[in-house]
């Protein structure tokens, strides 16, 4: 090879070799720029560029400085916020945003934005640096740790509140509201806490702080509440006091108490879990309390009514003072009617009753138990004088002696019998005595009197003439008036009581 050519070679070579090496420099130059860029960048305290949380920019902030912006922006407050769900009987779960670690503290959502890249691989560091220069990226998910156990614990309480707060008796009867208070069952009830709890954890990832739409109207059971059973423990007739011979004293009056069974099981139905339905009592008070009639018992005289019987035999006076004694004492609550044969019973010699004058079929005979009409008919005379109402009485064949005509009652047994009812408010007593000094029957009727009235009783007679013989008076008929006066002594009604026909003694009577 030429010399000139072999020179020409050697420059050529020289030539290359420069661009070579200058090109290498500059790589060099270059790759160390990046390294020096890349370490620049790792160890700087900014944020990297792009990176943001919760669509709040903190590119190129120090940590004190996107503290900052994140509170101007509301950090502080977002963590403040919670996720709800509703459940049955209006209780509901409640999860904080930041107790759960959905919103963690600015300070630290700092550090960890400004930390974020620079932990990688040395090129990784500089991939996510160049990627923030033209793109953005949202850490929020990745600054979240959601603690779970948290959520669940929030969720297990909630329901378990609401499960206690039923009572294990589904209802309250007060008499004094007038009202059955009744709680729609929870039994049978079941909430699904997995499900609350996907939706909620859901929710917090999201930033979604409202009320997560949990549906439990498909587990809601059917009525479980005893209406009818409620009903009838409660249910009572109304029961007005009476009086009580073997007390002496009033019967316990109560109140009626009872609901519509039908209404009060349309509004449970109707009702949600837990809730209070209220259901109105129909409260009856009875007419007659225990207190009134107690401090009314027997509290006034009636009626009373005294007749003689000195003219009678030992053995008239014996059956007098006999029949009396029976009487005596005897109580008619309202309503109760009297018997005089029931109550004296059969006039035998047993019973103690002896022979005496007594009028049969028209004529006077010897019989036993003589005498026993005077405290029969005395009775009907207290009992007219008390107002009472009359449903059995006969007059005497012949007038008697010992009472005005018209007011006599006679007796014998089975029939005729004597009775009466007690046709007022409350209870009635006969109180029957005799006096053999005085020779006198004395029977009164003790009782509650509050309108103030009295009873006086007139009469007129007209005389029967014997059809074949009108100059001739066989008897007379006499009509008796019950007349009653008002505490004013003013005339408020007069009717006729009875009317009593009597035949004259003849020769053979």
């Keep these: 090879m030429p010399a000139e050519a072999e020179e020409e070679e050697r420059e050529g070579k020289g030539k290359l070799w420069k661009v070579v090496l200058t090109l290498d420099l500059v790589l060099l130059l270059l790759i160390a720029g990046v390294v020096g860029f890349t370490y620049h960048v790792r160890q700087s305290d900014r944020i990297f560029p792009g990176i943001s949380v919760a669509d709040i920019d903190l590119g190129g902030k120090t940590v004190e400085e996107a503290v900052s912006v994140l509170n101007e922006n509301g950090w502080t407050a977002l963590g403040e916020e919670n996720v709800t769900a509703a459940l049955p009987a209006g209780y509901k779960v409640t999860v904080n945003a930041a107790q759960s670690g959905a919103i963690r503290p600015a300070e630290e959502i700092a550090e960890?934005?400004?930390?974020?890249?620079?932990?990688?691989?040395?090129?990784?560091?500089?991939?996510?640096?160049?990627?923030?220069?033209?793109?953005?990226?949202?850490?929020?998910?990745?600054?979240?740790k959601i603690d779970e156990d948290y959520v669940k614990t929030q969720i297990s309480d909630a329901v378990e509140e609401m499960y206690s707060s039923f009572p294990e008796k589904p209802y309250d009867v007060s008499l004094e509201n007038r009202e059955v208070t009744i709680i729609r069952s929870a039994q049978g009830l079941t909430i699904d806490q997995k499900e609350i709890q996907n939706e909620v954890m859901d929710a917090l990832k999201k930033r979604n702080f409202s009320q997560v739409q949990y549906d439990f109207s498909s587990e809601i059971p059917e009525n479980t509440v005893d209406i009818q059973g409620i009903h009838d423990s409660i249910y009572r007739e109304v029961k007005n006091a009476v009086?009580?011979?073997?007390?002496?004293?009033?019967?316990?009056?109560?109140?009626?108490?009872?609901?519509?069974v039908e209404e009060a099981t349309k509004l449970v139905n109707n009702a949600n879990i837990g809730d209070v339905i209220k259901v109105p009592i129909?409260?009856?008070?009875?007419?007659?309390?225990?207190?009134?009639?107690?401090?009314?018992?027997?509290?006034?005289?009636?009626?009373?009514?005294?007749?003689?019987?000195?003219?009678?035999?030992?053995?008239?006076?014996?059956?007098i003072v006999l029949a009396a004694s029976k009487i005596n004492g005897k109580v008619l609550n309202p309503g109760e009617s009297f018997s005089y044969n029931g109550t004296v019973g059969q006039r035998t010699a047993a019973a103690g009753f002896k022979e005496a004058g007594a009028y049969l079929e028209g004529k006077v005979v010897q019989e036993i138990?003589?005498?026993?009409?005077?405290?029969?008919?005395?009775?009907?005379?207290?009992?007219?004088?008390?107002?009472?109402?009359?449903?059995?009485?006969?007059?005497?064949?012949?007038?008697?002696?010992?009472?005005?005509?018209?007011?006599?009652?006679?007796?014998?047994?089975?029939?005729?019998?004597?009775?009466?009812?007690?046709?007022?408010?409350?209870?009635?007593?006969?109180?029957?005595?005799?006096?053999?000094?005085?020779?006198?029957?004395?029977?009164?009727?003790?009782?509650?009197?509050?309108?103030?009235?009295?009873?006086?009783?007139?009469?007129?007679?007209?005389?029967?003439?014997?059809?074949?013989?009108?100059?001739?008076?066989?008897?007379?008929?006499?009509?008796?008036?019950?007349?009653?006066?008002?505490?004013?002594?003013?005339?408020?009604?007069?009717?006729?009581?009875?009317?009593?026909?009597?035949?004259?003694?003849?020769?053979?009577?």
């Design 112 to 144: 960890q934005a400004e930390s974020y890249g620079k932990n990688t691989s040395f090129f990784g560091s500089l991939a996510e640096y160049l990627h923030g220069m033209t793109f953005s990226k949202d850490i929020f998910s990745e600054t979240q």
């Design 282 to 319: 129909e409260v009856t008070e009875p007419t007659v309390t225990t207190e009134a009639l107690n401090a009314k018992l027997f509290a006034n005289q009636l009626g009373a009514k005294s007749s003689s019987f000195a003219s009678s035999s030992s053995n008239r006076v014996n059956n």
């Design 369 to 509: 138990g003589g005498g026993i009409c005077q405290v029969s008919s005395t009775l009907y005379n207290a009992a007219l004088l008390a107002n009472l109402k009359i449903t059995s009485r006969t007059n005497h064949y012949f007038p008697v002696s010992y009472l005005p005509d018209g007011l006599d009652a006679t007796v014998s047994w089975q029939s005729p019998d004597f009775r009466f009812v007690n046709n007022t408010a409350y209870p009635i007593k006969i109180l029957a005595s005799t006096n053999t000094s005085s020779m006198t029957l004395n029977i009164e009727i003790l009782g509650t009197n509050e309108a103030g009235t009295h009873v006086v009783m007139t009469s007129d007679t007209s005389k029967i003439f014997d059809p074949n013989n009108p100059s001739v008076a066989t008897g007379y008929t006499t009509t008796t008036y019950r007349n009653v006066y008002n505490s004013a002594n003013q005339l408020i009604s007069s009717n006729v009581e009875a009317k009593s026909t009597y035949h004259y003694h003849t020769a053979d009577d």
């Design 243 to 260: 009086y009580d011979p073997s007390t002496g004293a009033a019967t316990q009056s109560s109140s009626g108490v009872d609901f519509n």
